[in-house]
């Protein structure tokens, strides 16, 4: 068998294990993170739980055409450089500024940002592309997903030294420009015909959303 092969093999063959492993990952950081001698520890390991979770949704996925990759990566650049204008401006999202919890920054913008657009993307595609609906239909419904997801996850972050707001005030820019951004990066997926189907990809999208709505109800 191929290098490809073998992997889809050993995923296909322990897709059980990865489902337990990733609720049970997600519940411990959202005690770690609700304990407060605990919480800077758990806030440091951050960055760590994305490209973790990256890692493996990545193991899940089935296209990897040249073209598929280098959309991956100009998703990652498009996402970064847009944060960095951003910070920079306060012209797309609003007036805000980074924290520690998600690592190392560059021009006040953390590297793994870009990651994270991809890896919310790339898994709420892979969630509205199972319906047999319309590719335009796919890709609004993929935006809604994660402006709903921004709407929780707002709440929650400057508690996690991820990010913070002038004035404590999330501006609708913000909410316009997440879901104007979620909507082009999943256009880019769906219209270039990238094979999203992926096993894991909902399950850990579905395993991060509980665990800011979790965390917003139980943090003060």
Not at 31 to 37: D, E, F, K, N, P
Request: proline letters at 3%; hydrophobic letters at 60%; aromatic letters at 16%.
């Amino acid at each position: 068998m191929t290098y490809h092969q073998n992997i889809s093999h050993f995923t296909e063959r322990y897709f059980s294990a990865f489902v337990v492993f990733f609720f049970v990952f997600y519940a411990v950081g959202i005690i770690g993170l609700s304990i407060a001698a605990t919480r800077p520890l758990f806030i440091g390991l951050t960055p760590l739980a994305l490209l973790l979770s990256s890692f493996a949704v990545m193991l899940f996925h089935r296209d990897h055409r040249l073209k598929v990759w280098l959309i991956f990566v100009l998703i990652y650049l498009l996402g970064l450089s847009v944060e960095m204008i951003g910070v920079q401006s306060g012209l797309i999202f609003g007036n805000y500024k980074y924290g520690n919890g998600l690592g190392w920054k560059v021009a006040e913008t953390p590297l793994i940002i870009g990651l994270n657009w991809l890896l919310l993307v790339y898994t709420a595609t892979s969630l509205s592309s199972r319906l047999k609906i319309a590719r335009i239909f796919q890709v609004l419904i993929a935006a809604f997903i994660l402006l709903t997801y921004d709407l929780i996850l707002e709440q929650v972050a400057p508690k996690l030294d991820m990010w913070s707001w002038d004035n404590n005030i999330i501006p609708l820019q913000n909410y316009l420009a997440w879901f104007a951004l979620a909507l082009a990066f999943s256009i880019l997926l769906v219209y270039s015909k990238t094979k999203v189907t992926n096993k894991l990809a909902p399950l850990i999208l579905l395993c991060q959303f509980l665990f800011f709505v979790v965390l917003n109800l139980l943090l003060p």
